[in-house]
């Protein structure tokens, strides 16, 4: 593993492709309920993290939000802030474990799509799916967990 990150620290490339290992990264910044931004620990490189497997609201108005329609992207709004105060409140400026599904990948706006362990030993994203505040985003791109995160998302719908 250390060869790794000193690979990794001398050549400042982001992670990707197979890596069977995980890595702990301090959270900087929150971006959303399922974006933020860490510093990899031990070489202070930063990134952008896309918590894989959930979709979140969004938590203010963009292109993604308004392509829903206004009267959507509004009733969305709210959801969205909740779901990024609920990652603040879990998140910032803690240490974390990013677990990839077997490999790193990178999604369309270049951030790092990796399954988040917090430090108490839960699964973030199961975490904000139990609450209610984020779904299971398998229906669209499916993911290992996605069964787990379906089952915690109709128990939570139920609670509602």
Known sequence: ????????????????????????????KITDGDTFKVEYA?????DTIRVKGIDCPESKANKKCKRDGETACSLQIPK????TERAKTLLDG???VLEPPGKFERDQNNRLLSYVRLKDGRDFGLVLIREGLCRDFGFR??????????????????KK
């Open 1 to 28: 593993m250390a060869a790794v990150v000193i690979g990794f620290a001398i050549s400042a490339q982001p992670l990707r492709g197979e890596m069977p290992i995980t890595i702990s990264a301090k959270v900087t």
């Open 42 to 46: 031990g070489v202070g490189i930063p």
């Open 80 to 83: 969205g802030k909740k779901a």
């Open 94 to 96: 803690q240490t974390i």
């Open 141 to 158: 791109y499916p993911h290992p967990r996605a069964a787990e995160y379906r089952k915690a998302e109709k128990e939570a719908a139920k």
